[in-house]
């Protein structure tokens, strides 16, 4: 009994120190990652644009593989005794370990530049040192293709740095090595660095390239993930968008029929039994009518504004001069009476792809806007227009009230007033569906003005 008791607890023993084993290589597996990771992301977070945080882990991961080159080297020096060789060696590991360090503190631009300089400068003692036979001038190949891995191209400074230097100091090493023969290694070691130079440099480009390769690969992916979601967010934007819209002409359609009703039958109570009425009444009454009146209108310009662009007929040629000229024929009774002017400066153009219905409510806004914020007593509006290539321009200017500066961002945005119910009348749409109008047709809306001399609004229209 004991025995198996012995055997069983031995058992679970072995099992959990087993497991036990599993854990702690997990553990210091997951140590290593998180170490690896933290050290290539050094200084990442001092960098805005996703592309140059892909230049920087790709510094610092090249000077990590540098640092662990130049210990391979280190190990060499000390094994075969080379003390100047070794200071050399020292010198790379610390300019990698200083690439990292100026990394984590954000100097990100003069890390590389530092790196690259120092880096070049000890390949070119060590070469000079080790001797011709080692061959090390080769790793002046992977010193010209660094700048690209390290920079952008858009810093052309840094990268033409990167790239003379190494080769200015090739074209020195013909001249400066003979000198240096008096510390070279003997030839056999010479020779074993030169194969293993071959195999570490082959590595090294390899791994370069993969970095370069592996960090496109990885941004593009973010790009195409962060356009698809992005697309995402539009339709959803424009789904909420059709949806809000769609409520306010539900609500406004199935309002506009009540409140017409309450006008209509007001209207009636007044013209049948206003005059009987008690005067007190009669102004409740008068009250109630210009209130719902002032619905029935606002309800109109709303439903007005949900239509734009809906069940539009196929654009035709449209004739401006004869929209301006259908506004002007409605206004005549109030332009007589107010002394008011409406003028076409310079013919109008037909303007293909747009439709009349909506040209009108854009100039007719404008124009009625133009004569009814005015105070002059005679109160003018000139229409007027420029071309170019892609646009037509036009100009409709007013000698009237004019407007703040201030308003120029929320002037367009509806129920906008500057001025009460009372002063001048309105809903505060109007400039809206202008808007709408004017960007459903790829074009620009906005306003010059001078308080107290007049406004000039402009639109544009897309020609195609
Ligand atoms: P509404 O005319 O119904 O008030 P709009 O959207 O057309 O609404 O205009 C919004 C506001 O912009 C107006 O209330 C007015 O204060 C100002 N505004 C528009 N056009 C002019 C203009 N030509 N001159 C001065 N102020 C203007």
């Not at 592309?51 to 662990?68: E, W």
């Not at 056999?188 to 480009?205: K, N, S, W, Y």
């Not at 806007?369 to 105070?375: A, E, P, S, Y």
């Amino acid at each position: 009994m004991s025995n198996n008791y012995t055997g069983a607890a031995q058992l679970s023993f072995s099992d959990k120190s087993e497991q036990y084993e599993k854990t702690v290589n997990k553990n210091e597996i997951s140590v290593i990652r998180t170490t690896y990771w933290a050290l290539l992301n050094l200084g990442t977070h001092h960098v805005q644009e996703r592309n140059d945080r892909k230049h920087v882990r790709i510094s610092n991961f090249m000077a990590l593989v540098y640092f662990a080159g130049s210990l391979l080297y280190l190990s060499f020096s000390i094994l075969w005794d080379k003390w100047e060789w070794f200071f050399i060696l020292s010198s790379l590991s610390l300019s990698s370990l200083l690439l990292l360090a100026l990394n984590s503190i954000g100097k990100i631009n003069a890390s590389r530049v530092m790196f690259m300089v120092l880096m070049n400068f000890c390949l070119f003692l060590d070469a000079l040192y080790v001797g011709p036979h080692a061959q090390g001038l080769n790793y002046f190949i992977i010193s010209v293709v660094i700048p690209f891995l390290f920079f952008d191209m858009k810093h052309t400074r840094y990268i033409a740095l990167g790239v003379v230097f190494p080769l200015l100091l090739i074209y020195a090493y013909e001249f400066v090595a003979p000198q240096f023969s008096v510390y070279n290694l003997s030839l056999d070691e010479q020779t074993i660095l030169a194969r293993l130079g071959v195999i570490l440099q082959f590595l090294l480009m390899l791994i370069a390239v993969y970095q370069f390769v592996y960090y496109n690969k990885r941004a593009e992916e973010d790009l195409q993930s962060s356009n698809a979601q992005m697309v995402m967010q539009t339709s959803e934007l424009t789904r909420s968008n059709a949806d809000l819209e769609q409520f306010a002409y539900i609500i406004s359609h199935d309002l506009k029929a009540p409140v017409r009703n309450i006008s209509s039958f007001m209207s009636l109570l007044v013209s049948k039994h206003g005059n009987t009425m008690h005067p007190e009444a009669r102004e409740f009454v008068d009250y109630s009518l210009s209130g719902s009146k002032r619905l029935e209108r606002l309800i109109d310009d709303v439903l007005s504004y949900c239509r734009i662009g809906i069940n539009l007929p196929k654009p035709v040629p449209v004739n401006l001069n004869e929209v301006v000229g259908t506004i002007r024929f409605e206004l005549r009774d109030r332009l007589t009476a107010g002394n008011g002017k409406v003028n076409i400066v310079k013919e109008l153009p037909v303007v293909n792809h747009v439709h009349s219905s909506l040209m009108y409510h854009v100039f007719q806004n404008l124009i009625s806007n133009g004569l009814k914020f005015n105070k002059t007593g005679a109160p003018e509006v000139n229409i007027n227009w420029t071309n170019s290539l892609n646009f037509y321009t036009f100009s409709i200017s007013d000698n009237g009230i004019g407007i703040s500066k201030d308003y120029s961002a929320v002037i367009f945005q509806m129920f906008k007033r500057l001025h009460n119910e009372k002063d001048y009348d309105g809903t505060g749409i109007g400039l809206a569906i202008c808007k709408k109008i004017v960007e459903y047709y790829h074009g620009d809306v906005w306003f010059e003005s001078e308080q107290g001399k007049g406004t000039t609004f402009y639109f544009t229209v897309r020609k195609f």
